[in-house]
């Protein structure tokens, strides 16, 4: 038994090493909802460990107005540490950027880039997020 713990300790700590770093990513294009919260795209498989997330929306109308991004985790599965939502502006081309550090504590780690409706007219909200391991989690 004591050989097992031994190599099971051992074939862990490779494995762990082997995520350190490992970028999980999505991206989606959906078209905005007026006065609406909406998720752009999602992580919704993510290990047992600590992450940077990093999320950008982008959107183009004609006239000034703003735009936020946000990011959103699962309660149940993960763990705020600190981060930054933000809000900047569309006219004509524009977008903004948000950061998190998350600790998913238990499998599947879900996190969600969403954005809100501030304009109403037809316009495309498009967002990418990515999730970098800090720590190469847990094999739990």
Known sequence: M??????KNMIDKLARASRKGMIY???GVLKAVYSQNITLCSLTDLPVGTYLVLGRVGASVG???ILNA??????????YVSGENSRGTMSSGGGTACWYIIKVKKK???????????????????GHLAAISLDGGSNS
């Open 25 to 27: 990513h999505t991206s």
């Open 108 to 126: 599947p780690g879900k996190v969600f880039l969403t954005s809100y409706g501030y304009y109403n007219g037809t316009y495309n909200l498009g």
């Open 70 to 79: 946000n990011i959103a985790y699962d309660g149940e599965s993960c763990e």
């Open 2 to 7: 004591r050989l097992y713990t031994l190599l």
């Open 63 to 65: 006239t000034s107005t």
